[in-house]
Antibody, heavy 119, light 112 residues
Framework: EVQLVESGGGLVKPGGSLRLSCAAS????????MNWVRQAPGKGLEWVSS????????YYADSVKGRFTISRDNAKNSLYLQMNSLRAEDTAVYYC????????????WGQGTLVTVSS | DIVMTQTPLSLSVTPGQPASISCKSS???????????LYWYLQKPGQPPQLLIY???NRFSGVPDRFSGSGSGTDFTLKISRVEAEDVGVYYC?????????FGQGTKLEIK
């Protein structure tokens, strides 16, 4: 069974930093591209960042470029999102989601972790 | 960026009745590889989104056959043939032909 479990969310002051993690199990993590998608309270879904299976290709939304860094450790079956210079508008639930090239983008999602940026 | 526009933004349906959601993209989602990169997700209350339909019309594993997707180019539709209580939530279309991947605003389905 595919499982994605996010952690690392919490309350942080504007300008602060946070590192999110996504622990993957139930599939060969090193074979799949991964993504972060966020959802502000009461709002819709926003793609944040993607990373290919070997970390060769990395992409960011303009809204986080230069502030967020996506990475992965295939030996630990883990995906990360380092978030720096956080702003109030970064407040959201952050989901990790898997890409399955044989089926669909974002075929499985984690439960999400809440990041709140507030003074 | 490709803009995804869903209509309606909300709908209230009697159990057993059909429902339909439209999604229009600002650019064609047909790739040169022949695939159309349009997806449908359902976010049930308090849950993460779950994949329903991929590449316009393919039901994901475990998705009931009352859900169907259709369309081409820039116009797409998700249909539920007979709505059930468990179908409540917010439905999103998404494109992945071009970065940044973008979602529609969401359509909230409630049961009458």
């Amino acid at each position: 069974e595919v499982q994605l479990v996010e952690s690392g969310g919490g309350l942080v002051k504007p300008g602060g930093s946070l590192r999110l993690s996504c622990a993957a199990s139930g599939f060969t993590f090193s074979s799949y591209s991964m993504n972060w998608v966020r959802q502000a309270p009461g709002k819709g879904l926003e793609w944040v960042s993607s990373i290919s299976s070997s970390s060769s290709y990395i992409y960011y939304a303009d809204s986080v470029k230069g502030r967020f860094t996506i990475s992965r450790d295939n030996a630990k079956n883990s995906l990360y999102l380092q978030m720096n210079s956080l702003r109030a508008e970064d407040t959201a639930v952050y989901y990790c989601a898997r890409d399955n090239p044989m089926v669909a983008d974002f075929d499985y999602w984690g439960q999400g972790t809440l990041v709140t940026v507030s003074s | 960026d490709i803009v995804m526009t869903q209509t309606p933004l909300s709908l209230s349906v009697t159990p057993g009745q059909p429902a339909s959601i439209s999604c229009k993209s600002s650019q064609s989602l047909l790739h040169s590889d022949g695939k159309t990169y349009l997806y449908w997700y359902l976010q049930k209350p308090g849950q993460p989104p779950q994949l329903l339909i991929y590449e316009v019309s393919n039901r994901f594993s475990g998705v009931p056959d009352r859900f169907s997707g259709s369309g081409s180019g820039t116009d797409f539709t998700l249909k539920i043939s007979r709505v059930e209580a468990e179908d409540v939530g917010v439905y999103y279309c998404m494109q992945s032909i071009q970065l940044p991947y973008t979602f529609g605003q969401g359509t909230k389905l409630e049961i009458k």
